[in-house]
């Protein structure tokens, strides 16, 4: 970043009396920063930042400092859009480097079910998108800063960029490790039980319901936020995301996709069957080539890609999909995998996509509204953000919305893990629950201390 000819181009800038903020888009060129020191850097926005990583490495967003955004108490797609339009209204951008690609987005989500609360989820919104004052991507290798027009000082604005730019690089994150005390799986043999129940109600009406339980884990400290952030990053191919609002922090290591749009295209997938994966690769092969075959997890995979082609219908055009799916593989698990396209209809409003999609059959069930009462009245716990769609959204409608799947909450020295089966004609509970127990591996290997 040339200081002169930067702090120029804010001189010369015409403030737009009509828009409040003012966003500098700038170019990270020749900074050497990382996830870790970033968030260390802003550690006096705790409750305030997020990190969100794709899994196919498009993108790897920062936020920091939630300046502006909108939360509502329930999911009412119209509503969402004109808020979202009036906030990205707010914002006058001027870019210090012409050939960065970068606009400011807002990240959020809603929670599972918006019309079912409890306490545990009290610090997150059951809607809400959140606009960051300081906006990383380090895909990109940029940022945005967004500073209110009347406490701008234009004269000293890009030596203060510089200067938190130089303030992060040179910070050394001091890490903490805590060990893990206590596991205690919440309610287990209720769980089999009730997946034994559940086995009785399904039948040609009711196809499918998915089923979550909790595994509480107590470490012997206050857990260390920059520990969490360190070790999120241990496994590759999967989303990271990592949430702070006020004294919580949600965790995911997702590998599952909602959907993403760029440039009106949108992707999806059905992500349905599962079998762990061995350290044998022997036995891996064997047992793929049998899952492949499997009846079991072949219709609960269709069922549930039909399902989600059936909801993106009304707002897409030309879908495309192989008919057969593939294996989607994981550190820990295999599932079957079928990624889904198609092109976005001009008048589309986004939140309606995810207001339709959502729960898709892979964390609800089918019927869906049958499934998400079920679950609503049954499970012993309230999902909150566990198996919600969080993601961003730009002004210009690109998104990305994951599943938050393999997840955990994180309040002082405690952290809740969630994991949750699909429960289908033919299913075993002990089967499920051990399932269910290899989902809570890639959060417990966050926890542990190596
Ligand atoms: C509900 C979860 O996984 C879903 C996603 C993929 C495969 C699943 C299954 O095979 O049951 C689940 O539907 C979870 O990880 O908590």
Redesign the pocket.
């Known amino acids: 970043m040339n200081v002169q000819s930067s702090q120029q181009l804010i001189e010369d800038l015409t403030l737009d009396s009509n828009t409040p903020y003012l966003a500098v888009v700038f170019s990270l060129d020749g900074f050497n920063l990382s996830e870790a020191k970033i968030l260390d850097y802003f550690k006096e926005h705790k409750g305030e930042r997020y990190w969100f990583k794709s899994k196919e490495n498009v993108f790897n967003k920062i936020g920091i400092g939630y300046l502006d955004g909108f939360t509502r108490s329930n999911f009412d797609s119209g509503t969402l859009d004109e808020l979202k339009t009036t906030v990205f209204q707010k914002l006058q951008y001027i870019k210090l480097d012409e050939s960065i690609d970068m606009k400011a987005d807002l990240f959020g989500g809603m929670r599972f079910d918006d019309k079912k609360s409890s306490d545990e989820w009290m610090d997150f919104d059951m809607v809400g998108f959140h606009l960051a004052r300081w906006q990383f991507d380090l895909e990109k290798n940029a940022g945005i800063f967004i500073i209110e027009k009347d406490e701008l000082e234009k004269q000293g604005l890009v030596r203060y960029i510089l200067h938190t730019l130089e303030g992060i690089e040179r910070s050394s994150v001091k890490v903490r490790i805590s060990s893990i005390k206590s596991e205690h799986e919440i309610f287990p043999e209720e769980w089999k039980n009730l997946v034994k129940e559940t086995l009785n109600v399904l039948d040609s009406d009711f196809l499918k319901v998915?089923l979550?339980r909790q595994l509480l884990v107590r470490m012997d400290e206050h857990i260390d936020l920059n520990f969490i952030i360190n070790r999120l990053l241990d496994e590759a191919g999967t989303y990271i995301v990592y949430f702070e609002r006020k004294n919580s922090v949600f965790v995911s290591k997702t590998p599952?996709k909602l959907f993403n749009v760029f440039n009106n295209k949108l992707l999806t997938n059905a992500?349905?069957?599962?079998i762990p994966r061995t350290q044998d690769y022997r036995v891996n092969d064997a047992n793929k080539a049998e899952f492949l075959r499997d009846e079991k997890n072949l219709f609960e995979h269709i069922v549930v890609r039909d399902s989600i082609i059936e909801d993106i219908k009304a707002y897409t055009h030309d879908i495309m999909y192989d008919y057969k799916p593939s294996i989607m593989e994981n550190r820990y698990i295999y599932?079957l995998y079928t990624p889904i396209e198609a092109v976005l209809n001009e008048d589309a409003n986004l939140f309606d996509v995810l207001y339709q999609m959502h729960p898709t059959p892979?964390?609800g069930g089918l019927p869906k509204n049958l499934a998400q009462e079920y679950i609503k009245e049954h499970e012993f716990y309230t999902r909150g953000l566990y198996?919600a769609p969080l993601g961003f959204i730009s002004e210009n409608n690109d998104a990305e919305f994951v599943v938050a799947?393999?997840s955990m909450l994180i309040k002082g020295s405690s952290a809740t893990l969630?994991?949750?089966?699909?429960i289908v004609e033919g299913s075993d509970p002990e089967l499920e629950y051990v399932?269910t127990t290899t989902?809570f591996r890639p959060m417990l290997n966050v926890l542990e201390a190596l």
């Open positions: 998915v979550s599952e992500i349905a069957g599962s599932h892979a964390v198996a799947l393999r969630f994991a949750g089966a699909g399932e989902k």
